[in-house]
């Protein structure tokens, strides 16, 4: 068709094509807009390994960035436990297990229940993992979980009473690495372990550390400090007084920054050169080099669940507004599998599963850090400490609320037991006649007494 057409217009000129001027004036565009598209695609990734066997956990790994990594692991044989924050009953979670056991061929996809915004669910979860006995496989750890709060007035706070931003994409990722630590220094020297963990280019303007702040900025006022360490004041009241249900609540700590998220974000990556460091340091009794590697991944601006709640700031007129200016975030923004390349690249790329580790990737390539505290050794030491006492203090705290609501419960249960032999015991002093139950031995005796 084209081919006659060309033809046509070489031998009687351009005029005898039909419309072609409507043509000509459109195809500039489409080409300009074609053009932007890839560009704003970004780098694809063009390295491969196999992952048959290998043992790969992924936080946030039902949404967004994270659902196509693990697609995309999947599909090439690894072995994918993600960790979410439904209960494995879940029905939704359930289907979409299946759907991805379908749709890439593999059935070795798992989820265990890990709430990032509950210690206790961190812990439970990675001390039964470490506790098991041969230590277990892990070649991988990819965090993808995240959390942007859309309103700053709204903040949302978890049961452990921290903010939810700072815990999610911060400290619940120090502590998981934290208590599996042992189990990815057990890891055979042969086996290539990494752990990505994914960043956000926000981490270039966030504020400067202040430590003496930092308590303050991340748990609301009514809670005690990990500095102050006044962790069971609260939980001493009698047991009989009643108490609501911890869940996560909506409040607003007037001392928290609205830049937290981009500092949970610089304060990660601080971590990830620590724990890289910490890593580097164990002497393993086989006398071999470590074998895990830290990578941090920038994938750049996707339109996932988490970008679009953020841009419609969590309202209706908001989704009304991102509805009406669909076709710029689809020109400018990655979608998913193509937020996950750099990913993908870090989880492939041979030449990281060597050297010593702590590097940052962004579209596909090897970039330096834009902030000089993320490698200074004496800014890591002060957040490795603060961390530690901020979960140490909540975790005790959270021990106490704990065994005071398991006594409640306990009491309660007693109270229930005692008043029904009381009111048993009652019935039987009133004349010792018991309700005849229809169709019990007693009815029927009676019954036949009689006819
Ligand atoms: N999207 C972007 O434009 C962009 C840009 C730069 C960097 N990044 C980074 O890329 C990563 C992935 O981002 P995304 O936009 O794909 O995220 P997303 O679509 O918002 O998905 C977030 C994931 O985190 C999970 N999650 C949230 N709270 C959790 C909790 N308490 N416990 C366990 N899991 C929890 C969610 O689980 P549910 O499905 O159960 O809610 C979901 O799977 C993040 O680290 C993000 O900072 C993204």
Not at 102 to 120: F, M, R
Not at 229 to 256: F, G, H, L, V, Y
Request: hydrophobic share 35%.
């Amino acid at each position: 068709m084209p081919i006659p057409l060309i033809t046509k217009g070489i031998t009687e000129g351009l005029s005898s094509i039909p419309h072609i001027y409507t043509v000509l004036k459109f195809a500039p565009w489409l080409l300009l807009i074609v053009a932007l598209k890839y560009y704003f695609g970004g780098a694809r990734n063009g390295s491969e390994r196999l992952m048959h066997s290998k043992v790969v956990m992924v936080t946030g790994g039902t949404s967004g960035i994270g659902a196509s990594v693990v697609y995309e692991l999947a599909s090439r044989g690894a072995q994918v436990i993600l960790l979410t924050q439904q209960s494995q009953s879940d029905i939704f979670l359930i289907d979409y297990i299946e759907d991805l056991r379908k749709s890439t061929g593999n059935q070795l996809i798992y989820a265990e229940q890990v709430d990032l915004s509950s210690l206790h669910s961190i812990r439970t979860f990675a001390t039964k993992w470490i506790d098991n006995v041969p230590p277990r496989r892990l070649d991988m750890l990819v965090f993808c979980a995240t959390t942007a709060s859309p309103n700053s007035s709204k903040r949302k706070v978890t049961v452990d009473g921290i903010d939810e931003e700072w815990q999610v994409n911060y400290l619940a990722n120090f502590h998981l690495l934290s208590i599996l630590s042992p189990a990815l220094r057990v890891q055979p020297p042969h086996r290539d372990v990494r752990i990505i963990m994914t960043t956000c280019s926000s981490y270039i303007a966030a504020p400067k550390l202040d430590f003496s702040q930092l308590d303050s900025h991340t748990i609301p006022p009514n809670k005690p400090t990990a500095n102050s360490r006044t962790t069971t004041k609260q939980s001493r009241k009698p047991a009989s007084t009643p108490r609501p249900k911890p869940k996560p609540n909506r409040t607003r700590n007037p001392q928290t920054p609205k830049s937290l998220f981009a500092l949970s974000k610089l304060s990660l990556m601080i971590f990830a050169n620590s724990f890289q460091k910490h890593l580097n340091a164990f002497k393993r009794p086989d006398g071999q080099p470590p074998s895990t590697r830290v990578i941090l991944v920038d994938p750049g601006y996707s339109r996932t669940p988490g970008t679009r709640r953020w841009l419609t700031c969590g309202s209706l007129w908001g989704l009304l507004l991102y509805l009406l200016t669909w076709p710029l975030w689809w020109l400018v923004l990655k979608s998913p599998p193509q937020g996950a390349q750099s990913i993908l690249y870090a989880a492939m790329e041979a030449r990281f599963g060597r050297g010593e580790g702590g590097w940052m990737i962004k579209e596909c390539r090897e970039v330096d850090f834009a902030r000089t505290e993320i490698t200074d050794d004496g800014v890591g030491k002060q957040l490795w400490e603060l961390s530690e006492r901020q979960i140490e203090a909540m975790e005790k705290e959270g021990a106490v609320k704990r065994a005071l609501a398991k006594k409640e419960k306990e009491e309660e249960e007693q109270m229930g037991r005692s008043s029904k032999a009381a009111s048993g015991s009652k019935s039987a002093s009133s004349g010792g006649v018991k309700e005849q139950t229809a169709g019990s031995r007693r009815s029927r005796r009676g019954n036949g007494n009689k006819s």
